[in-house]
């Protein structure tokens, strides 16, 4: 009996490609989306008359309409903010790793020259966090550094004179990144807060239109189910903001 023909194996389904998260926020993008298809509604000829009468003029249709506009733009504006922050933050990060790593290389060597000598070692500052340290501690421990490397170089142990010059640039380079991470970090939260802001200000103007379109045109009409639907309301149930 012949052997039963192999099972063909299967075509290599399709690469999914990695989807990039977007830098606006969808739910506020679908915020300002709905707010336009209200402020779309309510700057037409067949119902701003009507909405007046309940309060809605048209010059506030107007204002949430350029409030609506900018707050796009703010918000464009923060998610550059929050890129460049990340930038700044994986600079920071960087230099925080050179000036570490230098900082364990000196440390090194002071535990090659002064193995049993745990007093020097501390004054290496050996077996201190330097990596969870905060910013005014890790300073402190590099000017301590810099400090006992001017009567202690460890030039028997290969430690140079141009690595012991270098270790200043590195601190410097590290703090210059440290300020410029904590503002930009600070811009981009600022923006935020502008952007929220104002969004809560143009969702609650939102719903007080369609509340007037609610009392203007009631679900209880059929009649009135394409006014609600082109204001975002259900046609055929009560709207309570």
Known sequence: MPDPAPT???PPGPVLKKQKRSVINQADA????DTEQVVTAAQSTAYAAALATRGVTTAAVATLDTDVIQCRKDTAKAAQADFYAQKKTKLEAAAKTTLLDAFRYFQNAAKLKFPTDSDTQQQFFIGEDLAGASRPSLEAYCAGLIEKLATEPLTSK???????????????AWQDADTDQTNAQGAAADLRIDVSTLLTTIRARRTEIRLAVNLQWPHTDPANAPTRKAFGLPPAKPYNG
């Open 30 to 33: 679908a915020d300002l989306n």
């Open 158 to 172: 290969g430690v140079t004179a141009a690595e012991i010059s270098a270790f200043p640039v590195k601190l410097e």
């Open 8 to 10: 063909p194996t299967p």
